[in-house]
């Protein structure tokens, strides 16, 4: 006998729509629980939170930072957006587009624990401070540890610029944020072409 997946994924998904254990299920329209291939996952995604427009679809990363993750994804790396799976530290959005709290993060990081258990990926990437110091538990900043390759909890933990700062920093120039995200999607690459290898 072994767990049916299916069945706790529907449990999970249920459990987070109902979800009231923190403030932000009174000004939320929608969770955003995540989607992506739920067997067979190589990288998992996480963001902050959902924005106005995640909240309104209950998808995450559809609005203009969204298309823009997936336009570095796709056209910078060649990887298929629908090849990862992508969510968020919190599943409802913070009013204002706030950070979470340490509150909310923690009373919402059962739900993304057991993601990262039943994903049980290679590689989870970080966009932005939010994620990378959580799960990290570091007060470093993203500006030191994006494309970085760390060992977390025996898999592969990647940092990058959250696509929301590169909205605000549109410059290409060498060494500019979107540069160095341009070079850290290759080498996100380059890591799923080696994994995708060695089975
Ligand atoms: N920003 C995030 O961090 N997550 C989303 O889902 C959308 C925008
Ligand atoms: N601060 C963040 O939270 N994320 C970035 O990507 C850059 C600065």
């Given at each position: 006998?072994?767990?049916?997946?299916?069945?706790?994924?529907?449990?999970?998904?249920?459990?987070?729509?109902?979800?009231?254990?923190?403030?932000?299920?009174?000004?939320?329209?929608?969770?955003?629980?995540?989607?992506?291939?739920e067997i067979n996952c190589r990288v998992v995604i996480v963001g902050e939170g959902p924005g106005a427009d995640?909240?309104?679809?209950?998808?995450?990363?559809?609005?203009?930072?969204?298309?823009?993750?997936?336009?570095?994804?796709?056209?910078?790396?060649?990887?298929?957006?629908?090849?990862?799976?992508?969510?968020?530290?919190?599943?409802?959005?913070?009013?204002?587009?706030?950070?979470?709290?340490?509150?909310?993060?923690?009373?919402?990081?059962?739900?993304?624990?057991?993601?990262?258990?039943?994903?049980?990926?290679?590689?989870?990437?970080?966009?932005?401070?939010?994620?990378?110091?959580?799960?990290?538990?570091?007060?470093?900043?993203?500006?030191?540890?994006?494309?970085?390759?760390?060992?977390?909890?025996?898999?592969?933990?990647?940092?990058?610029?959250?696509?929301?700062?590169?909205?605000?920093?549109?410059?290409?120039?060498?060494?500019?944020?979107?540069?160095?995200?341009?070079?850290?999607?290759?080498?996100?690459?380059?890591?799923?072409?080696?994994?995708?290898?060695?089975?």
């Amino acid at each position: 006998m072994s767990i049916d997946i299916n069945t706790a994924w529907d449990e999970l998904k249920q459990k987070v729509a109902g979800c009231q254990k923190c403030g932000l299920c009174r000004t939320r329209n929608n969770t955003v629980f995540g989607e992506g291939p739920e067997i067979n996952c190589r990288v998992v995604i996480v963001g902050e939170g959902p924005g106005a427009d995640e909240d309104a679809t209950g998808r995450p990363f559809v609005g203009k930072a969204g298309q823009l993750l997936t336009g570095i994804l796709e056209n910078g790396g060649g990887i298929p957006r629908r090849s990862l799976y992508i969510t968020n530290i919190v599943k409802c959005r913070p009013p204002e587009n706030r950070n979470p709290s340490r509150e909310e993060a923690s009373s919402c990081s059962e739900y993304l624990e057991a993601q990262l258990l039943l994903l049980h990926p290679d590689v989870v990437v970080t966009l932005g401070n939010v994620p990378t110091q959580w799960l990290l538990k570091t007060s470093q900043g993203i500006t030191a540890l994006r494309g970085q390759w760390i060992n977390w909890r025996g898999i592969l933990l990647f940092p990058m610029f959250h696509p929301s700062f590169l909205l605000r920093n549109d410059s290409r120039a060498k060494g500019s944020p979107k540069d160095l995200t341009w070079q850290d999607v290759k080498s996100l690459k380059a890591k799923i072409d080696e994994l995708n290898k060695g089975s």
